[in-house]
T-cell receptor, first 113, second 111 residues
Framework: EAGVAQSPRYKIIEKRQSVAFWCNPI?????LYWYQQILGQGPKLLIQ????????DSQLPKDRFSAERLKGVDSTLKIQPAKLEDSAVYLC???????????FGPGTRLTVT | DAKTTQPTSMDCAEGRAANLPCNHS???????VYWYRQIHSQGPQYIIH???NNETNEMASLIITEDRKSSTLILPHATLRDTAVYYC????????????FGGGTRLMVKP
């Protein structure tokens, strides 16, 4: 079974630029999550989708971050404009449904200079 | 929300059992204990979860105390590849379906 795919794996941008990350979850998984992991910390949930609807985005900085899940499958997370403090690894995870175990992708390491 | 407390770091000799403790004294009756680990430069990996009974799978065993206030993850024969950060998380019930990661335990398996 193919795992969660993410791209790009690495991205370096200057502050105030925009960036987008892509995630393809495991086939058939209804629930998709985006996490932010700052160096030395555990992952922090940004947003949770159930199919193509948002379940929880309370931790998403909505003034600069946006996310969508097209047709309930792939998802993109965008940052515009980026700040230095957005430097982190952005992890995508999916699960069969909301209370099942989550499977994580390899993450995208973002460096904002 | 039920919170968890784990030691910051632990060492284990290769081939020996690694016992990773976790305290969750405020856990509610309908909340599960989940364990994930994160190997360097990878995403977290699900290991095991349990409610009140001990659980075992191909990766590890989970021992939950009778009062459910603490648990221990056991890796029976640790290898160098088990070097990772291990996260104990309370999930479900009043905690919702979210995974709230703390600092975890950094396990170093040494030859």
């Amino acid at each position: 079974e193919a795992g969660v795919a993410q791209s790009p794996r690495y991205k370096i941008i200057e502050k105030r630029q925009s960036v987008a990350f892509w995630c393809n979850p495991i086939s058939g998984h209804a629930t998709l999550y985006w996490y932010q992991q700052i160096l030395g910390q555990g992952p922090k949930l940004l947003i949770q989708f159930q199919n193509n609807g948002v379940v929880d985005d309370s931790q998403l900085p909505k003034d600069r971050f946006s996310a969508e899940r097209l047709k309930g499958v792939d998802s993109t997370l965008k940052i515009q404009p980026a700040k230095l403090e957005d430097s982190a690894v952005y992890l995508c995870a999916s699960s069969l449904d909301r209370f099942y175990e989550q499977y994580f992708g390899p993450g995208t390491r973002l460096t904002v200079t | 929300d039920a919170k968890t407390t784990q030691p910051t770091s632990m060492d284990c000799a290769e081939g020996r059992a690694a016992n990773l403790p976790c305290n969750h004294s405020t856990i509610s009756g309908n909340e599960y204990v989940y364990w994930y680990r994160q190997i360097h430069s990878q995403g977290p990996q699900y290991i095991i979860h349990g409610l009140k009974n001990n659980e075992t799978n191909e990766m590890a065993s989970l021992i939950i105390t009778e009062d459910r206030k603490s648990s221990t993850l056991i890796l029976p024969h640790a290898t160098l590849r088990d070097t990772a950060v291990y996260y104990c998380i309370v999930r479900g019930g009043n905690a919702g379906n979210m995974l709230t990661f703390g600092g975890g335990t950094r396990l170093m398996v040494k030859p």
